[in-house]
């Protein structure tokens, strides 16, 4: 059941991995599903946001919904410019896309063959954009920024300094090498951070939950 529209509340939100070219067939990707951004999405369509939702090559599997507006894209660069005019005007933009760091510097027009003549073949990379810490660093007061954090080691430490670094108002954290959080998975246990505030660890529950709690407890606060 949705609830009333919250008066034209709009959020961004962002879903998938980015992928980087290669050459016309290949492409540098990661192993992000999708299903925590679209739950999110889902969620805060229900409580009554109008939602922009941004998505990497992934399936969404969603009902259609006036709520919601899905936009596909490929790479870093292209989410950025999507998510940075849809950003105009939001109220927030929850970053739950694994989003590609680096690109290929120049893509091959042709397919790249496989030669005899050397056994090692190497691309060059350089870093695309940080989308959330560039809307981070540009966001009105009224606007507000979610970040996410997939970390395998020191998961405390590499939020916090996520928070700041990306001048995020949150970043949800969580540790990718547990068992049923990160990855695929339909659970996740995640933990809150906010400026100045001792985190909160939530516990394990499905990504439906987590988003649902997410966005009420986003609500709360604002
Ligand atoms: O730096 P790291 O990738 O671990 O930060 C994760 C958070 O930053 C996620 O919310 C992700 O969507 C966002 N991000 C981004 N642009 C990048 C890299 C990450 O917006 N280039």
Redesign the pocket.
């Known amino acids: 059941l949705l609830s009333a529209p919250l008066n034209g509340q709009r959020l961004v939100v962002?879903a998938g991995g980015t992928r980087e070219p290669i050459d016309p067939v290949r492409f540098i990707g990661n192993r992000s599903s999708g299903k925590m951004g679209i739950e999110i999405a889902r969620a805060a369509a229900q409580s009554g946001y109008q939602v922009d939702l941004i998505v990497g090559q992934i399936e969404v599997n969603l009902p259609k919904s006036e709520r919601i507006h899905i936009t596909k894209v490929e790479t870093?660069e292209e989410m950025?410019r999507v998510?940075d005019q849809a950003f105009v005007g939001a109220d927030g933009l929850i970053?739950?896309?694994?989003?590609?760091?680096y690109k290929v510097d120049h893509p091959a027009d042709q397919k790249i063959k496989k030669t005899s003549a050397t056994s090692t073949l190497s691309v060059d990379l350089t870093?695309?954009?940080?989308?959330?810490?560039?809307?981070g660093a540009k966001k009105q007061a009224s606007q507000f920024v979610?970040?996410?954090?997939?970390?395998t080691d020191h998961l405390d430490d590499?939020a916090q300094a996520?928070l700041s670094r990306?001048h995020?108002d949150m970043?949800v954290g969580n540790n990718v090498t547990q068992v049923g959080s990160g990855f695929g998975t339909d659970t996740n246990q995640v933990t809150i951070y906010q400026p100045n505030q001792a985190p909160q660890q939530w516990k394990q529950m499905s990504k439906t939950a987590v988003a649902k709690n997410l966005i009420q407890f986003i609500q709360e606060l604002r």
């Open positions: 962002t870093t950025f998510v970053m739950a896309a694994a989003v590609a760091d870093q695309g954009p940080d989308i959330l810490a560039t809307m979610v970040g996410f954090a997939a970390e590499h996520k990306k995020a970043i």
